[in-house]
């Protein structure tokens, strides 16, 4: 059974810093793709950061340099670390997975969590 439940958002000033964690069950493991996206409510959904199972990661120019993807698949749990926070990140972020290539090429991750608040403020 496929569970991904994220945690660690919350509220910071622009500057800061945050640890999101995204804890998936022994399945997803196998993932061939996992990663974390963003959506504010009216907005389209952004890919944030991407980890493959051969642990390639690919970032969106807007988070590059500022944010890190890793996995620890001996704890079930990816996180993402997320440093020099600016007002523009806040929204509600989700953790996803998916298993098959064309999915993850296509970001139609069929495997969501159920979300994390971030909130920078200025």
């Known amino acids: 059974q496929v569970q991904l439940v994220e945690s660690g958002g919350g509220s910071v000033q622009a500057g800061g810093s945050l640890r999101l964690s995204c804890l998936f069950s022994?399945?997803?493991?196998?993932?061939?793709?996992m990663g974390w996206f963003r959506q504010a409510p009216g907005k389209e959904r952004e890919g944030v950061a991407i980890?493959?199972?051969?642990?390639?990661?690919r970032y969106s120019d807007s988070v590059k340099d500022r944010f890190t993807i890793s996995k620890d698949n001996a704890k079930t749990t990816l996180y993402l670390q997320m440093n020099n926070l600016k007002p523009e990140d806040t929204d509600m972020y989700y953790c996803?997975?998916?298993?098959?290539?064309?999915?993850?090429?296509?970001?139609?991750?069929?495997?969501w969590g159920p979300g994390t608040q971030v909130t920078v403020s200025s």
């Open positions: 996803a997975a998916d298993w098959e290539e064309y999915y993850c090429m296509s970001s139609r991750y069929r495997s």
């Open positions: 980890i493959y199972s051969n642990n390639s990661t």
């Open positions: 022994r399945y997803t493991t196998s993932a061939l793709c």
